[in-house]
T-cell receptor, first 115, second 116 residues
Framework: AQSVTQLDSHVSVSEGTPVLLRCNYSSSYSPSLFWYVQHPNKGLQLLLKYTSAATLVKGINGFEAEFKKSETSFHLTKPSAHMSDAAEYFCVVSSLYSSASKIIFGSGTRLSIRP | KAGVTQTPRYLIKTRGQQVTLSCSPISGHRSVSWYQQTPGQGLQFLFEYFSETQRNKGNFPGRFSGRQFSNSRSEMNVSTLELGDSALYLC???????????????FGPGTRLLVL
């Protein structure tokens, strides 16, 4: 079975400070991991994905995430937050070999940016 | 290139009715996936279609079904609607398979269904 846990339902940071959104996963097989962003009243957009290549993955808008197998984590970071980063972020685990649901979304982390 | 389109955008139905939602993928994309988003359950994967065949399926009852046409357009059907089916239904398309090939998915704006 596989699962994904986003450790914070809400994160608030000041503009210009670092962002850390935490994600832990569980998978019996080699998973693929994704981060998506959902702005209010807009569709989901892929930020980045890990598919067993480099463990440090760079995405759009300055975001990056590091796959740490020993810690079963895939935390999303950004060095300097911008007001436009305020949105809901979803960590996703996927595995072709899972007998259950092939794609599982985390519960989401709402990121707020303080001026 | 036009994005993923979903119709209708909003829908109100009553319990026991059935509903059909439509999704037109980005031109050239052969994979279409469907998701349900609710405040309580979050985002859940319904199923994925590729070349008119259901390739992967989430953990939803048989009331939820779908199909894909030769032009890659997809429809999702929910029969015997329940109050709990009220949700935002999202469709996403990708060039190849989203599960097998880990392709990047492009999401549509969704159809908001309200069941009364």
């Amino acid at each position: 079975a596989q699962s994904v846990t986003q450790l914070d339902s809400h994160v608030s940071v000041s503009e210009g400070t670092p962002v850390l959104l935490r994600c832990n996963y569980s998978s019996s097989y080699s998973p693929s991991l994704f981060w998506y962003v959902q702005h209010p009243n807009k569709g989901l957009q892929l930020l980045l994905k890990y598919t067993s290549a480099a463990t440090l993955v760079k995405g759009i808008n300055g975001f990056e995430a590091e796959f740490k197998k020993s810690e079963t984590s895939f935390h999303l970071t950004k060095p300097s937050a911008h007001m436009s980063d305020a949105a809901e972020y979803f960590c996703v685990v996927s595995s072709l070999y899972s007998s259950a649901s092939k794609i599982i979304f985390g519960s989401g982390t709402r990121l707020s940016i303080r001026p | 290139k036009a994005g993923v389109t979903q119709t209708p955008r909003y829908l109100i139905k009553t319990r026991g009715q059935q509903v059909t939602l439509s999704c037109s993928p980005i031109s050239g994309h052969r994979s279409v996936s469907w998701y349900q988003q609710t405040p309580g359950q979050g985002l859940q994967f319904l199923f994925e279609y590729f070349s008119e065949t259901q390739r992967n399926k989430g953990n939803f009852p048989g009331r939820f079904s779908g199909r894909q046409f030769s032009n890659s357009r997809s429809e999702m059907n929910v029969s015997t609607l329940e109050l709990g089916d009220s949700a935002l239904y999202l469709c996403a398309s990708s060039v190849a398979g989203v599960v097998r090939d880990q392709e990047t998915q492009y999401f549509g704006p969704g159809t908001r269904l309200l069941v009364l």
